[in-house]
């Protein structure tokens, strides 16, 4: 069953998706006259401008880290870490490069999502793809959005919403203070379950008082790393750039990486860790307080900027910089071994917090977007019920193998990125239009 699923993974995960998420972004750069570097200190302005007196349900500082809390998580401390060890230093310079051109994928997605938002029976905001598909595309295209809003569903309740980041937070627990997976599983379904059943507006708060905290402290923490070993940093940089474009040569326990390899784990990591396509963060930019498409757009694209071009690139650094990328360590024990350079035995305890925060705010973040998915295809009636099967799921992560849920999740987020990157392209006039509308005015 697992080599079944890791045949489709390799599938649906393969050049044509890799292609179609980078040249979506490729197209949107172009048509929109690279908007992410022209653009990006008005954007970062933006995000604590007021919106009080506009429509919608939080600030757009809180559906920014909502949508924040569901992306800054395993996948920058774990998924980089593993995209260098599989694909070598030049793995990051290409997330760097899809992360450049997913900027403007998240900028198209959020301006999307403030203008075919509307409002559910409850009087809460409703956005995100399977609006923008249905009341941009039109009805016959609703098939499109169901099969977005289901694949939705079904990440949040079975992949990176739920197990992967129960079992990270479990696992980490246990290794540190020998904490038995049921009792950390246990508490963290009482303390989603305290946050969730509360709406939007309770996971915003707890995501804009928890999600600047554990990003200041942790890019702090890689920083220390590197400037303790700047005299390093200059060689690190030209292997990134040199290994980008050929074979690295085996060293220690590392086995060496083709061009190939470090294209599509560079890539693929690096769209996982920040979402830029898959159409998860325009269901929390939908409920930010603001008028104007635009503007949440360029306050949507600073979320790729933090979470790869920041927090990602500050871990593939560490990592390479302290020299234990070619030892024979992978995933978090690799991050956990740059860490313990600097901070001793205190290094594993210090990620351990780091990982535990990151991953109780990607399930807040994911919650809300699977429950929008639901909402979409059963109405607000059933929430309550999504809300329970949820908790339910997180409780049942500590129980559970967890080898064949991480290939599950990536098959759905692939299945999430098809429908969203076609309405992408086809509502790309839309998005040209609204932008050199608010531009020619805003000057």
């Known amino acids: 069953m697992l080599k079944l699923l890791n045949q489709i993974d390799s599938l649906v995960w393969g050049p044509p998706l890799l292609i179609l998420l980078v040249g979506t972004g490729l197209y949107l750069t172009l048509r929109l006259r690279l908007l992410q570097i022209s653009r990006l200190s008005r954007a970062f302005r933006l995000i604590f401008v007021s919106g009080e007196d506009h429509h919608g349900d939080v600030s757009s500082f809180a559906a920014l880290c909502t ?36 900027m403007a994928t998240k900028y198209a997605e959020g301006l999307l999502a403030i203008k075919y938002r509307s409002k559910d029976a409850h009087g809460a905001v409703a956005g995100g793809p399977m609006h923008y598909i249905l009341l941009g595309m039109g009805e016959k295209w609703r098939p499109l959005a169901i099969f977005f809003a289901v694949a939705g569903v079904l990440v949040a309740l079975l992949g990176i919403g739920t197990f992967t980041q129960v079992n990270s937070i479990t696992e980490a627990m246990h290794n540190t203070i020998q904490l038995p997976s049921a009792v950390t599983a246990s508490i963290l379904a009482i303390l989603v379950a305290l946050v969730i059943f509360s709406g939007i507006q309770s996971i915003a708060r707890v995501s804009t008082k928890v999600v600047p905290f554990m990003a200041a402290i942790y890019i702090l923490g890689t920083i220390t790393i590197l400037l303790l070993n700047f005299d390093r940093l200059g060689a690190t940089l030209q292997l990134v750039f040199t290994s980008a474009f050929s074979q690295t040569a085996a060293v220690g326990g590392f086995a060496g990486a083709s061009m190939r390899m470090a294209i599509q784990n560079g890539v693929a990591r690096g769209v996982f860790s920040n979402e830029s396509g898959l159409g998860s963060a325009p269901i929390a930019a939908a409920a930010a307080k603001t008028k104007e498409p635009v503007e949440q757009g360029l306050i949507s694209m600073t979320g790729t900027f933090i ?137």
């Open 67 to 102: 949508a924040l809390a569901a992306t800054v998580g395993t996948g920058n401390i774990i998924g980089v870490a593993t995209a260098i060890k599989v694909g070598g230093p030049g793995a990051l310079f290409w997330m760097w490069l899809a992360a450049f051109f997913g």
């Open 307 to 443: 979470d790869t071009l920041i927090i990602c690139s500050l871990t593939g650094l560490t990592i390479l910089v302290t020299g234990v990328w070619n030892s024979d360590l992978n995933g978090v024990r690799l991050t956990q071994a740059a860490f313990s350079t600097v901070f001793s035995s205190f290094g594993p305890v210090l990620l351990t917090i780091f990982l535990v925060l990151f991953a109780f705010t990607t399930i807040l973040g994911w919650n809300y977007y699977g429950e929008r998915c639901f909402e979409f295809l059963f109405g607000v009636k059933y929430i309550r019920l999504y809300r329970i099967i949820f908790v339910a799921m997180v409780l049942l992560g500590g129980f559970i193998e967890l080898e064949a849920v991480w290939v599950i999740a990536d098959i759905v987020n692939a299945l999430m990125a098809l429908p969203n990157l076609i309405a992408l392209l086809v509502l790309s006039p839309v998005i040209i239009a609204e932008t050199k509308k608010y531009f020619d005015k805003k000057g």
